[in-house]
Each structure stands twice: as structure tokens, then as C-alpha cells.
């Protein structure tokens, strides 16, 4: 039988995943009274799993959430890329003051859209603050920005929300519990697991199809949590390159 990532998966993932096999084999190997007790068990720690994650179970947050940083991201790429294009208007006023704002840009940083959401806001509002300048709102003013800038601002004001949101959100997760009930869950379906590989070799007739299910979720499994590990690190790759050159 193939190993499931315990330690890679989400509660909300393991919560998912622990029902599937319960089901899987409710369908197969429902006659053998030790897998049937097993999955009471698993069934019961996973109903304390989901009282511990409380508004967090199945939370669309983290969805909402990157969204609406991609539209940040996307509207200060929007207002850094005009500013840029207006240095070359051929307008001698507008090509200064679109360079003085793009010296603002570079100082803040060209790629603040990749780092850390935390860290982003941050520069946003450095960025925000020294667009305030009156010199700064004249150069605005003059390449005819207003616009792009309040959608960033705009946009900055909706990411903050969602943000706020899921952090009000998390506080409600009551973590000793969340810790138990995965703890307890990873130990039964461990259990199942190995009596499953045990009794598969001398009764492949019987135990051989529920081997297969579970394969075939753990497969899936490995496809979900080998995703989310490359999307993290390409995203703390580009974090750091950013910093860098921030820095």
C-alpha cells in the first residue's frame, strides 16, 4: 500500500481524506467487524476535528484571499508599468514627473506584489504615504494616474478586509482539540493501513479491491500536497528575489 503524507496535509484535507477511506470501506469490507470498528473510531475524531476547526472547516478564506491579492497585485503592476510608459510620452513636463514617481516606485520596490502578504501591505502603504506628497500628487496629477492609484487604493482597502476576516476567523480554532483529533485520526488509519497490507498477502481476494480504493486516495492525496509544496516554494523563491532587490 502506498504512504499517505500525513504531515503534508491540511485538517481540512485529512478531515477529507479520512472520510473517503471510511466510506471506501463501508463498501468493501463491510463484514469485517475490526476495519468496521475502526472506522467508528475514525469517524468519531473526525467529528472532534471538525468541532476544533470550527468557522475554519471547508473556509473558502484562503481562496478569497488570494484573489483579492491578485487584484492588488495586478493593479500596482497596472500603475507601476503607465508610470513607466508615460517617462517616454515624449511630453517633456509629463516625462518629469513621471520619473520623479517611478525614483517613488523603485525606492518602495518594482516587485513588492511578490513578497509576503504582510510584507506587501507594508510597502503599500509606504508606497501610499509618499504618493501623498505634494509634489508626488502634482506628478500624478500631470501623467493623469489618479485613477490607477485610488484602484490600488481601492484595492488595497479589499485585500485588508478578506485579511482581517480570516484572522478573526482562525481565533475561533480551538487547537488542542484540532491536535487530538488529527493525532487520534492518524493513528487509526495507520492501523487500518497496516492490518489492510497485513491480511492483503494472505487473502488478496477479500482485502485486495479495498488496497486498490485506498491507493487510489492516497494518490490523490500526493497530487494535492506536491502542488500546494511547489506553489509555496516558487512563492518564497520569488520572495526572496524580491527582497533582494528591494534591499
Known amino acids: 500500500m502506498k504512504t499517505l503524507p500525513f504531515r503534508l496535509l491540511t485538517s481540512n484535507e485529512l478531515y477529507a481524506i479520512a472520510n473517503r477511506i471510511v466510506e471506501a470501506c463501508k463498501l468493501t469490507v463491510s463484514e469485517n467487524e475490526y476495519l468496521m470498528k475502526l472506522c467508528v473510531f475514525i469517524l468519531e475524531a473526525n467529528s472532534d476535528l471538525r468541532k476544533g476547526l470550527g468557522r475554519t472547516f471547508n473556509s473558502a478564506f484562503t481562496s478569497v484571499l488570494l484573489l483579492a491579492d491578485e487584484r492588488r497585485d495586478g493593479s500596482f503592476i497596472g ?8 517617462c517616454n510620452s515624449g511630453d517633456d513636463v509629463k516625462d518629469e514627473a513621471a520619473r520623479n514617481l517611478f525614483i517613488i516606485v523603485e525606492a518602495v520596490g518594482n516587485t513588492i506584489y511578490a513578497l509576503p502578504f504582510a ?82 498477502i494472505n487473502d488478496a481476494a477479500q482485502f485486495g479491491a479495498i488496497e486498490e480504493k485506498i491507493d487510489g486516495i492516497i494518490t490523490d492525496a500526493l497530487t494535492i500536497a506536491r502542488s500546494r509544496a511547489t506553489r509555496i516554494e516558487n512563492a518564497e523563491k520569488d520572495a526572496a528575489k524580491a527582497t533582494e532587490q528591494i534591499g
Request: aromatic fraction near 10%; charge should be negative.
Open 79 to 86: 500603475l507601476r508599468d503607465y508610470i513607466h510608459a508615460c
Open 119 to 200: 510584507a506587501e501591505t507594508t510597502k503599500m502603504d509606504v508606497l501610499f504615504e509618499k504618493f501623498d506628497a505634494p509634489v508626488a500628487r502634482e506628478a500624478i496629477s500631470t501623467i493623469a494616474a489618479t485613477d490607477w492609484l485610488e484602484r490600488l487604493k481601492a484595492r488595497q482597502v479589499d485585500f485588508e478586509k478578506v485579511y482581517q476576516s480570516k484572522i478573526e476567523t482562525e481565533a475561533d480554532v480551538n487547537l488542542p482539540l484540532v491536535k487530538n483529533s488529527k493525532e487520534a485520526i492518524t493513528n487509526y488509519l495507520k492501523g487500518l493501513f497496516a492490518y489492510i497490507t497485513t491480511n492483503v
